[in-house]
């Protein structure tokens, strides 16, 4: 059987700012060099003349950059219309209320 870890409280000190330094470093620049290494695709190719004996053979990405970008613009217009709808209805209850007020003073 193994022995029971034994837990030490955590202690702050010039090592541990080290560590977490070179580490904060190694993710720093490993990130800069994968973005730094795109690919060399040629993006200048005229997606309407890839269309090779009727087999259309646009990237996919590019066509679900248009969804995504479709569905954006939908979200975006449908919050939008929500938001709206929900003004109309404030404006609608404080009139009301307003409306109701000024009937029980007459009263």
């Not at 003349?49 to 679900?64: H, M």
């Not at 609608?92 to 007020?101: A, G, P, R």
Request: hydrophobic share 40%; no cysteine.
């Amino acid at each position: 059987m193994s022995g029971k870890l034994k837990h030490r409280e955590f202690h702050f000190n010039l090592g541990v700012l080290f560590r977490w330094v070179f580490f904060a470093l190694i993710i720093y620049f490993s990130i800069n060099y994968l973005s730094g290494n795109k690919s060399s695709l040629n993006s200048n190719i005229d997606t309407k003349n890839l269309n090779v004996l009727g087999i259309n053979s646009e990237p996919v990405i590019i066509k679900a950059t248009q969804t995504f970008e479709t569905y954006k613009t939908q979200v975006i217009k449908f919050a939008n219309d929500q938001l709206i709808d929900i003004k109309k209805q404030v404006v609608t209850k404080i009139y009301d209320e307003v409306i109701k007020s000024i009937e029980n003073t007459k009263k």
